[in-house]
C-alpha cells in the first residue's frame, strides 16, 4: 500500500511570506496527488491537485510540483495571508489497491499578521 | 457549488449503542467514501463504495461497521456497538470517477462522534 510522509507538522511565517510544504509517496505507480486544506470544525477541501503527466501546476497564489523520479510533491503558497493558517494535507492514492486515498499526517500553517 | 453534506453535525452516545451517521453525495457522482480522523491525526480511510458495493476497506472497518445506501441520495455508516476508541471525526465523501483517474475527492464537513 500507499505511505506518505509530510513536512515540517507545523509551520509558521510572516504574513506575505512563502510557505513550502513536502510530501513523499512510496507507491512508484500513483498518479494524482491531491492538497486540501482543513480549517477548524471542518471538512477537508481540495485546494489543488497534480497528476502524473505535468511537473507543475498553478492556481493563482498557490502551486504544486511533482518530481516523479524521486517520488516527492510540493505545496508552494505566495504572499500568505492569514486567512491560509489551517491544517494542510497532501494525499495519494494507492493504485493496486483501488480506491484508496492515502493521507499525509498535516502540517499547520499559521501566518502572522 | 454542490457539497456533500453530513447530519448530525455532533453525535453523543454511550458505550455498546449503535449509531448511524448520514451523508448526502453529490448528485452526479458515483463512488462514496468514508473517512475517519481522530483528533489531531491523519484523515485515515475506512471503506469505499461503488455500484452498491462495497470495493475496498480497511482494517479499522471491521464487523462492528456497515454501509449502505437505502435511495438514490443517501449513504450511511452504521457502527452496530460502539467502543471509546470509536470517538472521531466522521467525514464522507464522493467522487465522480474512480480516484485513480485523477477525479477530485469531495469531502464533507462531518461528524463527530462521541462515546462516552
Known amino acids: 500500500g500507499e505511505n506518505v510522509e509530510q513536512h515540517p507538522s507545523t509551520l509558521s511565517v510572516q504574513e506575505g511570506d512563502s510557505a513550502v510544504i513536502k510530501c513523499t509517496y512510496s507507491?512508484?505507480?500513483?498518479?494524482?496527488f491531491p492538497w486540501y486544506k482543513q480549517e477548524l470544525g471542518k471538512g477537508p477541501q481540495l485546494i489543488i491537485d497534480?497528476?502524473?503527466?505535468?511537473g507543475e501546476k498553478k492556481d493563482q497564489r498557490i502551486a504544486v510540483t511533482l518530481n516523479k523520479t524521486a517520488k516527492h510533491f510540493s505545496l508552494h503558497i505566495t504572499e500568505t495571508q492569514p486567512e491560509d493558517s489551517a491544517v494542510y494535507f497532501c494525499?495519494?492514492?494507492?493504485?493496486?489497491?483501488?480506491?484508496?486515498?492515502?493521507f499525509g499526517t498535516g502540517t499547520r500553517l499559521a501566518v502572522r499578521p | 457549488e454542490p457539497e456533500v453534506t453530513q447530519t448530525p453535525s455532533h453525535q453523543v452516545t454511550q458505550m455498546g449503542q449503535e449509531v448511524i451517521l448520514r451523508c448526502v453525495p453529490i448528485?452526479?457522482?458515483?463512488?462514496f467514501y468514508w473517512y475517519r480522523q481522530i483528533l489531531g491525526q491523519k484523515v485515515e480511510f475506512l471503506v469505499s463504495?461503488?455500484?452498491?458495493?462495497?470495493?475496498?476497506k480497511s482494517e479499522i472497518f471491521d464487523d462492528q461497521f456497515s454501509v449502505e445506501r437505502p435511495d438514490g441520495s443517501n449513504f450511511t455508516l452504521k457502527i452496530r456497538s460502539t467502543k471509546l476508541e470509536d470517538s472521531a471525526m466522521y467525514f464522507c465523501?464522493?467522487?465522480?470517477?474512480?480516484?485513480?483517474?485523477?477525479?477530485?475527492?469531495?469531502f464533507g464537513n462531518g461528524t463527530r462522534l462521541t462515546v462516552t
Open positions: 507507491d512508484s505507480a500513483s498518479n494524482y
Open positions: 465523501a464522493s467522487s465522480e470517477e474512480k480516484l485513480g483517474s485523477g477525479s477530485p475527492l469531495h
Open positions: 497534480i497528476r502524473s503527466n505535468v
Open positions: 463504495f461503488y455500484n452498491n458495493e462495497i470495493s475496498e
Open positions: 494525499a495519494a492514492p494507492s493504485i493496486g489497491s483501488g480506491d484508496k486515498l492515502t
Open positions: 448528485s452526479n457522482h458515483l463512488y
